[in-house]
């Protein structure tokens, strides 16, 4: 059973959409009384379907796209450097690990309506690392791995703890941008729930407190230490980021990580 | 048969294979001599616009050059010229722009090393590889169907991966085939029955 010969083309233009609408209702008019393109085009739609099977096409093998990572970054433009943040100068200015414990567990609530954009952006660097385009550069839960990985490639030295035995385990860390400047993500683990903690230099001018906010059912948790600005972004409910907030700061030798 | 099977077979024991590989066109510049790098915007741009299609620009180079260490390389490679060719992105559909450029690359990559200099020519010269009858001691039904998609003559294979599995329109594809509508719907048609057939022949052992 065949198409008719006028027919041929048009077959293929109406499996894929590519008609207009008055060809389109004449060409379903023809199919109801022409069995010879109606069996082509159910031969037509039954190979589409074998094709669209899982298994037909390949996904890139993860090594390519780690060398494809690693070649956008090394053909980027570092971001321009600002005023470096060294730990000492800001050591007058940080918590220490107990005290941040304790504001963590106070954990006011507050709204920031100058960092709305902020959130936003927090929450697309989010989802998109955990569409697994770029989860991360570094992928270790080791942080003696993950730590020195950041060197040279920021102007800070963001704290890195593994808080596997407080249930969120470290995966890796990678570079992403917040506000156009190259800041460190650091991938936890909670259960199937990804954690991003997002660190960069505090902006003196912006020493809020601890603040949770919610945006599209993403939670976000910004909190400061030495200097440094974190923010915790998740689909874990917002109780888990607090109990993560207070295991990070509550990590051995906070402030001071070797 | 044997124009590709020489080629692969080039590809194997040339001593220029793996040098090729390991610097393919246009990276021996170095960022910071010629091309300007992109801002951390533009690469984060880049990497929200252009890297969500590394799945289907692999696709589509895997069945270009039916050979998968050459499709990573082929994709690689794109991806350079891509990301350094950003700028000139001009919106539009970002997976029409990034097929015709691994395209290219795979056109470039495979012409200094094979005899076939119009792919035209291989339209009546499948690979003995990947014949259908090859494809069915594979196992599995979506390994008989890739085999026997990677059988099709080139312009039809690309044509129908172009439009079944990355599900361009006939416009993309003709953008990215630099072929003109018709043709690529003849193509088209002509590669889904040589599929077809194929396929019946192969369940009718």
């Known amino acids: ?258 | 048969m044997g124009r590709i099977l020489s080629f692969r077979n080039v590809r194997a024991s040339s001593p220029d294979a793996a040098a090729g590989r390991a610097s393919p066109p246009g990276s021996g510049r170095r960022p910071d001599d010629s091309a300007p790098a992109l801002s951390a915007a533009e690469a984060q741009r880049f990497r929200a616009l252009v890297l969500p299609h590394l799945d289907a620009a692999y696709g589509f180079a895997r069945f270009l050059s039916r050979d998968a260490t050459l499709a990573e390389d082929i994709v690689q490679d794109a991806f350079l010229k891509a990301y350094r060719g950003f700028a000139g992105f001009r919106g539009g559909d970002p997976r029409a722009w990034l097929f015709a450029i691994v395209r290219t690359t795979f056109l470039s990559t495979t012409r200094g090393r094979t005899t076939w200099a119009d792919p035209e020519a291989t339209e009546a010269i499948p690979s003995e590889a990947d014949t259908p009858e090859a494809a069915l001691l594979r196992q599995g039904e979506a390994a008989s169907v890739r085999g026997a998609i990677e059988a099709l003559p080139e312009p039809f294979r690309e044509a129908l991966v172009l439009r079944e599995l990355e599900e361009l329109s006939y416009r993309q594809i003709a953008e990215v085939t630099s072929a003109p509508i018709g043709t690529v719907m003849s193509r088209l048609a002509r590669a889904r029955q040589m599929l077809l057939a194929a396929l019946r022949e192969e369940g009718e052992p």
Not at chain 1, 11 to 36: P, Q, S, V, Y
Not at chain 1, 88 to 115: D, E, I, M, N, Q
Request: net charge neutral; with cysteine; charged share 20%.
């Open chain 1, 1 to 258: 059973m065949s198409a008719c010969p006028d027919n041929s083309h048009l077959i293929h233009a109406f499996l894929d959409g590519e008609l207009d609408a008055a060809n389109t209702e004449a060409f379903e008019t023809h199919l109801k009384t022409c069995a010879g393109c109606a069996a082509e085009l159910a031969a037509l739609q039954a190979l589409r379907a074998r094709i669209a099977a899982p298994g037909v096409a390949t996904p890139a093998p993860e090594a390519l796209r780690g060398r494809i990572e690693a070649m956008i970054a090394a053909e980027t433009a570092p971001a321009p450097r600002r005023r470096a943040v060294s730990l000492p100068a800001v050591l007058p200015w940080g918590l220490s690990g107990a005290f941040a414990a304790v504001a963590a567990s106070l954990a006011v609530v507050a709204t920031l309506p100058a960092t709305a954009g902020l959130e936003d952006q927090l929450v697309a660097d989010h989802v998109r690392s955990t569409l697994a385009l770029h989860l991360v550069d570094v992928a270790t839960s080791d942080r003696h791995t993950v730590k020195p990985w950041f060197n040279g490639k920021l102007d800070f030295a963001p704290p890195v703890a593994d808080l596997a035995a407080q249930g969120f385990p470290l995966v890796g860390g990678r570079l992403d941008y917040l506000d156009d400047r190259v800041v460190a993500a650091l991938v936890y683990r909670r259960n199937k729930h990804v954690i991003n903690l997002f660190v960069r230099p505090l902006r003196p001018a912006l020493r809020l407190p601890v603040a949770n906010a919610s945006r599209h059912g993403y939670s976000l948790l910004r909190w400061t230490e030495g200097g440094l600005e974190f923010w915790a972004v998740s689909d874990v409910e917002p109780g888990d980021l607090a109990a993560f907030h207070r295991a990070f700061a509550a990590r051995p030798g906070a402030l001071g990580t070797p």
